[in-house]
């Protein structure tokens, strides 16, 4: 009885290896045949070359579905795909970068706002990241929030452009004159015909 439970299991064994190796190459040819879809701008075709394989629990399944369904304008669903990679990776910060585009697209502007905190969590020095929900608070006139952000990536590249023109606004719109004009100099520093660095010293008296 011992012998057979033995046999039995190392057939188990097998069949799983298998049926494992063969669910592999399944989606590998899957991806093939994906990426030649692609090429030809055959969005639909490439969707169900992926979809013929799907495995809610993969990664790389969910994540090529996210893409796919982006550059087909399925936007709904390219997002609903790499949140469910996110939820299979959540310490990545790839899907939650990829997410932005179809996120954008749908203008879909408070969720933009979630997913780029949620980066800033992984990827604490993200110069880009930190920039973007500046952006955002800016637009939104809550200048406090975005001098926050602004803040951090000048810290992280001081003589980067756009942080530093758009730090420079921020300080002006709080009343921070003097830190302004300290920054939009900075900007004359890297094109010193800037129109915008030039008005915003203008107004400062």
């Not at 012998?3 to 669910?23: E, H, M, N, P, R």
């Not at 790499?82 to 749908?106: F, I, T």
């Not at 452009?161 to 100099?185: P, Q, V």
């Amino acid at each position: 009885m011992e012998i057979l439970k033995k046999i039995i299991l190392a057939i188990g064994v097998t069949v799983s290896i298998y049926s494992s190796a063969q669910d592999s190459r399944n989606s590998q040819l899957a991806f093939s045949k994906s990426y030649g879809f692609e090429s030809k701008y055959q969005y639909d075709e490439a969707i169900k070359a992926i979809k013929e394989v799907y495995n809610e629990k993969s990664y790389p399944i969910n994540t090529r579905l996210g893409w796919l369904c982006y550059l087909n304008k399925n936007y709904t669903s390219s997002i609903a795909y790499y949140q469910k990679a996110s939820s299979l990776m959540p310490a990545a910060a790839e899907p939650l970068w990829a997410m932005v585009s179809p996120l954008l697209a749908a203008e879909k502007w408070g969720e933009l706002e979630k997913n780029y905190l949620s980066i800033v969590k992984i990827e604490p020095k993200s110069t880009i990241a930190h920039y973007k929900l500046g952006l955002i608070y800016y637009y939104r006139k809550n200048y406090s929030a975005a001098k926050k952000f602004f803040d951090i990536s000048l810290n992280l590249y001081p003589m980067d452009y756009d942080s530093l023109l758009m730090s420079a606004w921020t300080n002006y719109f709080l009343g921070n004159k003097d830190a302004a004009k300290i920054l939009f100099n900075k900007v004359l520093l890297l094109y010193i015909s800037d129109s915008s660095a030039l008005e915003g010293l203008s107004l400062i008296k």
